[in-house]
């Protein structure tokens, strides 16, 4: 199934070709000539990039297409790397509650405010996230440190404890990672 979308934006003439080898693409063509229409269409996208000869302010996944002469079959390689870097920043972005967390900048968002956090901190709060239960001490250090638990360490404690200290700072938000008895929790 083909989920990805090209949206081609006031260029007539490359809309064209482009429909004639959409069944040998691996995206859907679609054609705008307004700004109006552009918006509408994409509310109701997903995975989308925008071809256009300018860019279109407040509009995201745009590829400004301006380098003339280009052959088609190199315009297509640049289309289908535009879309994996789509997707890879799609991957990137993982969103836990009210948070959304950079994977690749290593930081954490909540409405205006924002938090850089280290590779361990982003890999402690995906471990916990991904799981509905507490996690115990010893699972953090074998899974997220890789640390034989028969080693007597308070490593996990302390980064937790930093990292519930960073995020109070920056969020005001002392339940984002919950303690209990048999370990730790995201707060969902």
Same mark, same amino acid.
């Given at each position: 199934m083909n989920d990805r979308n090209l949206i081609v934006h006031r260029l007539n003439s490359l809309y064209?070709?482009?429909?004639?080898? @959409?069944?040998?693409?691996?995206f859907k063509v679609i054609e705008t000539l307004d700004e109006k229409s552009l918006i509408?269409?994409?509310? $109701?996208?997903? =995975?989308?990039?925008?071809? $256009?000869?300018?860019e279109i302010s407040k509009i995201n996944n745009q590829y400004i297409f301006n380098q003339l002469p280009i052959k088609v079959f190199r315009m297509i390689e640049k289309?289908?790397?535009?879309?994996?870097?789509?997707?890879? =920043?799609?991957?990137?972005? *993982?969103? !836990?509650?009210?948070?959304?967390?950079?994977?690749?900048?290593?930081?954490m968002f909540s409405n205006n405010a924002s938090l850089k956090l280290t590779e361990k901190e982003v890999n402690t709060i995906i471990y916990l996230s991904k799981i509905n239960k507490p996690i115990t001490i010893n699972e953090l250090q074998s899974k997220v440190w890789d640390y =034989? $638990?028969?080693? @007597? %360490?308070?490593? *996990?404690? %302390?980064?937790?404890?930093?990292?519930?200290?960073? !995020?109070?700072? $920056?969020?005001?938000?002392n339940n984002f990672i919950i303690s209990r008895n048999n370990g730790y929790q995201i707060k969902k």
């Open positions: 064209k070709i482009f429909k004639e080898l @959409e069944k040998d693409l691996n509408n269409i994409t509310k $109701s996208l997903n =995975n989308y990039l925008i071809i $256009s000869n300018k289309l289908n790397i535009e879309f994996l870097k789509l997707k890879f =920043n799609e991957q990137s972005q *993982v969103i !836990i509650g009210d948070y959304t967390i950079d994977i690749n900048a290593r930081k =034989n $638990s028969d080693l @007597e %360490t308070h490593t *996990v404690e %302390t980064h937790i404890y930093r990292l519930r200290k960073k !995020i109070l700072k $920056s969020f005001l938000d």
